[in-house]
């Protein structure tokens, strides 16, 4: 059907969408091996690393619906805080098991998506940020005031006793905590990487540029917006169940509105709708947030101003900016192949 | 039930307006049906219909002998319609091999939503793979493959939009003007596959250009103010008297005057030698590293029509959004009125009297047309709409219509006005006519021919007998350079320049 001649020239890294660069396995080792590696060299951010770690899954939550799906949603700490009660809420009343606790946030996410989903996917644009953040709002108020005798309220939940210890890896113990949550963001970079090479991210990312055509091509878009909301309440869900175990105390203020921004300004930083953007969000966010407020007091003015730099000078974000090196060395690296092609070329032909 | 798709008094209105009124129409299997009209007649309202875009009023949509009336666009994929739309449809962020991919996986799984695509990877799956390589080869898009779409050019989209609808190998194919805006070649193009699938696919097309339908359709539907008024096999449709009258303007035995379309050069005296209105000095444009113009020179003056011909992708737009001030040019300079205009914000160069309309024809979907013409008229101070409304009566009443429901050509002569107000030294035109009636673009043609009193007119236009009427002087451009330019009449009304292109 097809000979070799007429079949496409295969373009360089650079020429390619960029959703189709930098997609080697390689990545998600190397950036999990760093991040083990500055433990080891930084002993003092240990702690730090956990929150990089847990804070990405939370980004890369958002970043399915802001970046894949281009809804902006200013309630995510209501879904963070959701999955931490019901791991703490578990821990401190119920049971003991750390693994218990965590499957239950999943369980959570889920619930809350099929309960919320189908009404809050319906609006567009401001009105779905602007839902979320109400939502927000009442869980603050659920946490704090309805549900007090069993949260303590502004108090606060303490529970580290009733964490029995598990087996292997002692979730109760920091250095083990660490590895665990490493672990974890390393499957969760895996399976986020499957999501943007596979289908399931095309249609993701079509139905945010043109949602009429994905439905005249078949696809129930309600559908498919449903599915990325669920996948962002998931995995909030699921971060906040790290954050409960990590710290063994939640209280209301995990939820607040005021915190919505964090995660939006991260997956802005990070660089909205890529595949690693989440991951160099909570680096950059955290990094930056560790850096400043050891000399100044107030953080978020400088990192809002570093935002604002990010924003304007990095098309991408950090990761933008970091991919767009990579895209350089494999420029260099394919016109010094043409090169080699060439003389070896000549060579031949010199014989 | 023996047609596979048929339609029973449908009626669909918007508001006050009914775009289409109680249409009875029966679909053969296998057929291909074209649909012509003048714009507004309710064409693309009609396909709406068909496809579940618009739900009518009254009457119903049968699909051999299943009510689809009330189905919504994707359950009617399911049941095999497949539209491809006049303005593109593609999905600009992904590759090319994705669009093409996603359409086939679709089709391949027939679930509105297959739970699977989380394991599935569409550059990885043999038959996918198998499938859009075929397609990519049959619509000559090979090379493209890899591309991000946002950077093809129109007519590369169009005919990825019609595979993209061909892969998901549909019972019925509804195409809603798939030549509008492309040039000759891809036309050719796309009809070598349509014919391949002559006979063994039900199709519907609708479009103006109708030399390009004669060899393809088995019938010809005519449709004028949301009625079909005629339906039948080509040549007798064409002939039928109604269609004259309403299409093509033709009254038996009345030979109009038509020596007001010519040119009337003869009361307009262009002064060449003085200082050019527009004047563009080598200059190369491009997007990111792709240079599309290269060493671009030309120059209008004053009181000319001057047109710039091309085929699509030869850079005809690029030249113009860069002389807007939309486009920064890499190299050389761009003068209007002596004035370097080069590296000035767009609005800051209308104001200052050159105005673009662009091909799309975009207007502000919720407002009317009088707020249209408000809006310009805060811009340019100028408040007096009595002489330019005196060009376009249609527009006294349409002025309270939402811009939204207007038809193309109504569209076309509002985005004209305004631009017209404000007295604008020149108006750069790209593709005026583009999916317009063969009856609205004569209309346009004098009105063309009227402006030339009052401003300047730079037009781009691939409608080479509207352009032997009008131009005064003719620029040919070819892959991003212009390659001849004739100012000679007869060389024009010869169509000479054609060679070039």
């Given at each position: 059907m097809k000979n070799d001649a007429t079949r496409a020239p295969s373009l360089a890294m650079h020429e390619m969408a960029p959703h189709r660069r930098n997609t080697s396995i390689l990545y998600p080792i190397i950036f999990v091996g760093l991040l083990i590696i500055s433990r080891y060299l930084f002993p003092s951010k240990m702690t730090l690393l956990i929150e990089v770690g847990i804070f990405a899954i939370y980004v890369m939550g958002n970043n399915v619906l802001m970046g894949y799906l281009g809804l902006v949603s200013f309630g995510q700490p209501f879904y963070l805080s959701a999955g931490a009660y019901s791991a703490a809420l578990y821990l401190a009343h119920i049971g003991h098991n750390i693994y218990i606790a965590m499957g239950l946030s999943l369980v959570t996410g889920v619930l809350l998506s099929l309960i919320f989903g189908?009404?809050?996917?319906?609006?567009?644009?401001?009105?779905?940020?602007?839902?979320?953040?109400?939502?927000?709002a009442m869980g603050v108020f659920l946490f704090e005031k309805i549900l007090i005798g069993i949260t303590n309220g502004n108090d606060g939940l303490w529970?580290?006793?009733?964490?029995?210890?598990?087996?292997?890896?002692?979730?109760?113990?920091?250095?083990?905590?660490?590895?665990?949550?490493?672990?974890?963001?390393?499957?969760?970079?895996?399976?986020?990487?499957?999501?943007?090479?596979?289908?399931?991210?095309?249609?993701?990312?079509?139905?945010?540029?043109?949602?009429?055509?994905?439905?005249?091509?078949?696809?129930?878009?309600?559908?498919?917006?449903?599915?990325?909301?669920?996948?962002?309440?998931?995995?909030?869900?699921?971060?906040?169940?790290?954050?409960?175990?990590?710290l063994a105390f939640v209280n209301p203020s995990l939820g607040e509105n005021s915190r919505a921004i964090e995660v939006v300004v991260a997956t802005l930083i990070g660089g909205v709708g890529t595949l690693y953007g989440g991951l160099f969000g909570a680096l950059g966010f955290l990094g930056i947030k560790d850096i400043v407020s050891n000399f100044v007091s107030?953080?978020?003015?400088?990192?809002?101003?570093?935002?604002?730099?990010?924003?304007?000078?990095?098309?991408?974000?950090?990761w933008g900016f970091v991919s767009s090196i990579t895209d350089k060395i494999s420029r260099k690296r394919t016109k010094r192949l043409a090169q080699i092609e060439a003389s070896t070329d000549t060579l031949k032909r010199g014989k | 039930m023996e047609y596979i798709l048929s339609t029973k008094n449908v009626v669909k209105r918007f508001g006050a307006f009914t775009a289409v009124t109680g249409v009875s129409l029966e679909i053969k299997e296998n057929e291909v049906l074209g649909i012509i009209g003048p714009n507004g007649a309710g064409k693309t309202t009609f396909l709406g219909i068909l496809t579940g875009n618009h739900i009518p009023e009254e009457g119903s949509v049968m699909f051999w002998d299943q009510d689809i009336t009330k189905q919504k666009?994707?359950?009617?994929?399911?049941?095999?319609?497949?539209?491809?739309?006049?303005?593109?449809?593609?999905?600009?962020?992904?590759?090319?091999?994705?669009?093409?991919?996603?359409?086939?996986y679709r089709k391949r799984e027939n679930k509105q939503f297959p739970l699977n695509s989380f394991g599935i990877n569409l550059y990885k799956q043999p038959d996918i793979k198998a499938h859009v390589e075929e397609a990519l080869h049959d619509f000559d898009l090979s090379d493209l493959e890899e591309m991000v779409v946002s950077n093809l050019s129109l007519g590369a989209k169009k005919k990825l939009e019609i595979a993209m609808s061909w892969i998901a190998n549909p019972t019925v194919l509804l195409l809603d003007e798939p030549f509008a805006g492309i040039g000759d070649q891809e036309i050719d193009e796309i009809l070598v596959v349509l014919n391949k699938l002559k006979g063994k696919k039900t199709i519907v097309i609708v479009e103006h250009k109708i030399s390009k339908l004669d060899q393809l359709v088995d019938r010809l539907a005519v449709m004028h103010e949301g009625?079909?008024?005629?339906?039948?096999?080509?040549?007798?449709?064409?002939?039928?008297?109604?269609?004259?009258?309403?299409?093509?303007?033709?009254?038996?035995?009345?030979?109009?005057?038509?020596?007001?379309?010519?040119?009337?050069?003869?009361?307009?005296?262009?002064?060449?030698?003085?200082?050019?209105?527009?004047?563009?000095?080598?200059?190369?444009?491009?997007?990111?590293?792709l240079e599309v113009v290269f060493d671009l020179s030309l120059k209008v003056h004053a009181g000319e029509i001057v047109v710039l011909a091309g085929r699509n992708g030869a850079g005809k737009t690029t030249t113009f959004r860069t002389i807007a001030g939309f486009l920064d040019p890499k190299k050389g300079s761009i003068a209007f009125k002596g004035n370097q205009i080069q590296g000035k914000k767009p609005y800051d160069i209308a104001l200052g009297g050159l105005k673009y309309i662009q091909q799309d024809k975009k207007v502000f979907s919720s407002l009317s047309v009088r707020e249209h013409l408000q809006l310009s008229s805060y811009a340019t101070g100028d408040h007096d709409w009595t002489e330019i409304l005196s060009f376009f009566p249609k527009l006294n009443v349409l002025m309270d219509r939402q811009a939204?429901?207007?038809?193309?050509?109504?569209?076309?002569?509002?985005?004209m006005a305004m631009a017209l107000i404000g007295k604008p030294g020149i108006i750069l035109m790209d593709e005026p006519t583009e999916g317009l009636a063969p009856s609205i673009i004569e209309d346009l043609s004098v009105i063309f021919s009227k402006l030339r009193s009052k401003t300047t007119l730079f037009i781009v236009e691939q409608n080479l007998p509207l352009v032997a009427k009008i131009a005064d002087r003719v620029y040919s451009m070819k892959e991003g350079k212009i390659v001849a330019e004739t100012t000679k009449r007869e060389e024009i009304e010869r169509l000479e320049f054609e060679r070039y292109l």
């Open positions: 189908p009404s809050f996917i319906r609006l567009r644009s401001s009105y779905f940020t602007l839902i979320n953040a109400s939502l927000c529970y580290r006793k009733n964490m029995h210890p598990t087996p292997i890896l002692n979730l109760r113990s920091t250095p083990d905590f660490f590895i665990f949550t490493m672990i974890v963001l390393f499957i969760f970079l895996l399976l986020y990487r499957q999501l943007d090479r596979s289908a399931l991210g095309a249609i993701f990312r079509g139905t945010r540029i043109n949602e009429r055509k994905m439905e005249f091509i078949g696809f129930n878009t309600f559908k498919v917006r449903w599915l990325g909301f669920t996948l962002a309440s998931v995995m909030s869900c699921f971060a906040g169940s790290l954050y409960a175990i990590n107030r953080w978020e003015l400088i990192v809002g101003i570093i935002t604002l730099l990010v924003l304007f000078r990095m098309s991408g974000g950090l | 666009p994707e359950q009617r994929v399911h049941t095999g319609l497949m539209l491809s739309f006049q303005l593109v449809h593609v999905f600009d962020n992904l590759t090319v091999y994705e669009n093409l991919a996603l359409s086939y009625a079909i008024i005629a339906c039948g096999a080509f040549q007798q449709t064409i002939e039928d008297e109604e269609v004259r009258r309403c299409y093509w303007r033709i009254v038996e035995g009345d030979e109009e005057d038509r020596s007001h379309l010519h040119h009337q050069g003869d009361t307009l005296v262009v002064d060449r030698e003085a200082t050019p209105l527009v004047e563009v000095n080598d200059v190369t444009v491009g997007y990111g590293d939204e429901k207007l038809s193309g050509g109504e569209k076309q002569m509002l985005l």
